[in-house]
Every structure is written in C-alpha cells, then in structure tokens.
C-alpha cells in the first residue's frame, strides 16, 4: 500500500468522493484508537461512544469535500466528534426524563466498582466540569497540544492553558487529602 501524508490523503479522498472512498480508510484509521478511547472517557459508556465515533465517521465523509485546511484534519476530527458526545450527553438527558427507574438503576450498574488506581482517577475525572475533564482528556488522551484543543473546544489558547494549571491543581490536592 502506498504511504502518503495527511495532506495528500486527505487530497485523494476529497478528489474521489462521493463514489471512491477507497483512501478514505488509510485516511482515518490512524485516529481511530484515540477517537475511540476519547468518546469513551467522555461519555463514560462503551456503547454511545461507539454509536458518537460512527456518527463522527458519516460526519467525515459527508463533509470532508469541503474541508479547508484552516485546521489540521485531525484537529478538525476531534472538533466533530467533541460535538457529537455533546449531542450524545443533551440526548441522555432528553431521554432521562422518558425512562423509568430500571433505565436508572442499569446506569449505576454499568460504573465501575473496583477501587484501583485507575477507578480513583476516573471518578476524580467525573468529578470535573465537562469542559475540564474535556480538556483534559484531548490532552493526555489523544495527545494534542494547547492550540488544538483550543480550536475544538472554541475556545482562546490563553482559557485553555488557564483550566488545565487549575485542574492539575485541584487534582494534586485531591490526591494528597
């Protein structure tokens, strides 16, 4: 198979659309872990974070025709999968109010009970505000820096780097109490 950049995919996938997707795979699977993982932490269930992560997919190809490259591709990827888990997040509310106990009662089955490590940082994470846990997440989940989180969050560079020092802060007294 041949090797070609972000942009020349990007290019040959654009160039092809709507019948030939055949680049489009190359294209996007490089992300897929990270996407993957990233809706989970988000929504915090392994099944809407499926269902937000083949939203985000459509969402790709329906309008990656006409994606200018004002963003890098990947940054403009997670840009739409962050609204997709927004979208998901209003559409459980919605649907709190349309379910009964049982509905509410299979949520608290579906936590984690164990009380590692890992629980601890999960629930300190739950604790957050979502715009916090989600920046948090886009930085040490998928690895992207400042100004990429910036731009999928909408927000200016000098906001983010402000939020992730008081997180860290807050989370560094959650540990030592």
């Known amino acids: 198979m041949n090797s070609f950049n972000e942009r020349q995919l990007v290019a040959l996938v ?21 996407l993957k993982g990233y809706c989970t932490k988000v929504l915090n269930n392994q099944s809407d974070a499926e269902d937000v992560v083949q ?12 994606f200018k490259w004002i963003v890098s591709f990947k940054v403009w990827l997670f840009k739409i999968a962050h609204h997709e888990c927004i979208n ?11 379910y009964d106990d049982d509905y509410l009662d299979s949520l608290e ?17 739950e604790s957050l505000s979502f715009v916090d846990r ?23 560079l000098s906001a983010v780097k ?8 807050y989370l560094s007294n959650q540990v030592e109490s």
């Open 14 to 34: 654009q160039e092809g659309l709507p019948y030939d997707t055949r680049f489009f795979e190359q294209l996007i699977s490089p992300y897929l872990p990270k």
């Open 55 to 66: 939203e985000t997919i459509i969402k790709v190809l329906k309008n990656l025709k006409g």
């Open 88 to 98: 998901k997040i209003r559409e459980r509310r919605w649907d709190l109010f349309q």
């Open 109 to 125: 089955a579906d936590m984690p009970q164990e009380h590692d490590l890992a629980a601890l940082m999960t629930t300190m994470l």
């Open 134 to 156: 989600n920046i948090m997440l886009l930085r040490y989940r998928t690895g992207l820096d400042f100004q990429e989180i910036a731009d999928i969050a909408d927000m200016k």
């Open 162 to 169: 402000m939020r992730h020092k008081r997180v860290l802060e």
